[in-house]
């Protein structure tokens, strides 16, 4: 898929600019492509070393066990088929947790955990469960507290508040991962239907 | 609601800021060692990414200069405007489920456009969507794939509906902040 993404981008790009006459700015724009590929890679150390030193901090501190907690009662009504004293349940909250505090690179492996705990609850062990389904929908959702690539990236062409997107991103991802359980319900609800009949 | 807006944005990474290291410090958390600590992963994931951002940044940008992604945009343009979806994020909208690295690259396309920028309106809905939503294809494929499940069900149709509600919601946000909307 992303080979077959990249190659268009590539060959789109060369033939247009056999018709436009743009082929000089083409090959301009593969030299300094590179460089700027790798000047904002480094540029984007400062903004994601703090983050993830202030995230140590928070991981130390016990954070995501009391998120945990916190959500508990929202993961109780989210995950049904799950039992509340299960593995699966402690697994899915630090994911759910650490995905909220913008802890990336935890919230994968929690997240692998999750979905191994589940495995063993599901009956059909090719099929996604109910439950994984509602997992995954959270996840490519994802609320996103501080988004730290991004700030970075505005910072590197000056933006005068790179810090600007920190509330329509919370809104906007906030709307989206309501509609995702949303839509999770309704999906389960109608495959439930499909099967009865 | 767009003083709301930007007060959420310019309160909240001082307050997270000021209330992990308290709680570090209440809890007894070395903070100063252990965010040095921390912060060393920086420089490996800012290092990791150097050769998926030389890929697709190139790309995008030798899609753009030869005028493809003009004749896309236009050609684009009459389905989108119905929907308020301006046609020059519509190629990040359609790359961000599927590479988080591609969808990048045409937020940064729009940064470097001179009459654009990041903080103009296309520059913040292009922040807004890059941030705001997650590479659901790359998702789905790790999840399952890592306890063998083949049959995914309805979850790729639910990730990739409300990644287009996402798109939808941060021209909604964007939207507000700007005082296009008002409550």
């Known amino acids: 898929m992303i080979d077959f993404i990249w190659l268009v981008l590539f060959l789109a790009g060369i033939v247009t600019a056999m018709f436009t006459g743009n082929m000089?700015?083409?090959?301009?724009?593969?030299?300094?492509?590179?460089?700027?590929?790798?000047?904002?890679?480094?540029?984007?150390?400062?903004?994601?070393?703090?983050?993830?030193?202030?995230?140590?901090?928070?991981?130390?501190?016990?954070?995501?066990?009391?998120?945990?907690?916190?959500?508990?009662?929202?993961?109780?009504?989210?995950?049904?088929?799950?039992?509340?004293?299960?593995?699966?349940?402690?697994?899915?909250?630090?994911?759910?947790?650490?995905?909220?505090?913008?802890?990336?690179?935890?919230?994968?492996?929690?997240?692998?955990?999750?979905?191994?705990?589940?495995?063993?609850?599901?009956?059909?062990?090719?099929?996604?469960?109910?439950?994984?389904?509602?997992?995954?929908?959270?996840?490519?959702?994802?609320?996103?507290?501080?988004?730290?690539?991004?700030?970075?990236?505005?910072?590197?062409?000056?933006?005068?508040?790179?810090?600007?997107?920190?509330?329509?991103?919370?809104?906007?991802?906030?709307?989206?991962?309501?509609?995702?359980?949303?839509?999770?319900?309704?999906?389960?609800?109608?495959?439930?239907?499909?099967?009865?009949? | 609601m767009q003083t709301m807006m930007s007060a959420v944005s310019e309160w909240l990474l001082p307050l997270i800021v000021g209330s992990i290291l308290l709680f570090g410090f209440i809890k007894r958390v070395p903070i100063y060692n252990t965010f040095v600590d921390g912060a060393k992963g920086g420089f490996a994931t800012s290092i990791k990414l150097i050769p998926h951002l030389i890929a697709m940044v190139v790309a995008v940008a030798v899609f753009d200069a030869s005028g493809a992604m003009n004749i896309l945009v236009k050609w684009l343009e009459p389905c989108l405007t119905w929907l308020h979806i301006p046609p020059e994020v519509a190629p990040m909208a359609l790359l961000r489920p599927i590479s988080g690295q591609g969808s990048l690259a045409f937020m940064i396309n729009i940064f470097e456009q001179p009459d654009k920028g990041p903080d103009s309106w296309l520059g913040m809905l292009a922040s807004t969507m890059q941030a705001s939503s997650d590479t659901t294809l790359y998702i789905l494929t790790v999840y399952f794939g890592s306890v063998g499940i083949r049959r995914f069900r309805y979850a790729m149709g639910v990730g990739l509906l409300s990644d287009f509600v996402s798109v939808l919601a941060s021209v909604f946000a964007v939207s507000l902040l700007s005082g296009m909307i008002h409550f």
């Open chain 1, 24 to 197: 000089s700015k083409v090959a301009d724009a593969i030299i300094h492509g590179s460089e700027r590929g790798v000047t904002l890679s480094i540029g984007l150390i400062s903004v994601i070393a703090l983050w993830l030193g202030l995230m140590n901090i928070a991981e130390k501190a016990g954070a995501i066990a009391w998120l945990s907690r916190l959500l508990r009662p929202i993961a109780r009504r989210l995950f049904p088929s799950v039992p509340i004293e299960h593995p699966a349940m402690g697994a899915i909250l630090a994911n759910m947790s650490a995905n909220l505090l913008g802890i990336g690179n935890a919230a994968t492996p929690l997240g692998l955990k999750a979905m191994h705990e589940l495995q063993t609850l599901n009956e059909d062990k090719e099929t996604a469960s109910d439950a994984m389904c509602t997992l995954l929908a959270i996840n490519t959702a994802s609320i996103t507290l501080i988004p730290t690539t991004v700030i970075a990236i505005r910072m590197q062409y000056h933006s005068h508040e790179p810090t600007a997107v920190v509330g329509t991103t919370l809104l906007a991802s906030a709307i989206g991962t309501a509609f995702a359980i949303v839509l999770d319900r309704v999906f389960r609800k109608l495959s439930r239907r499909r099967r009865a009949a």
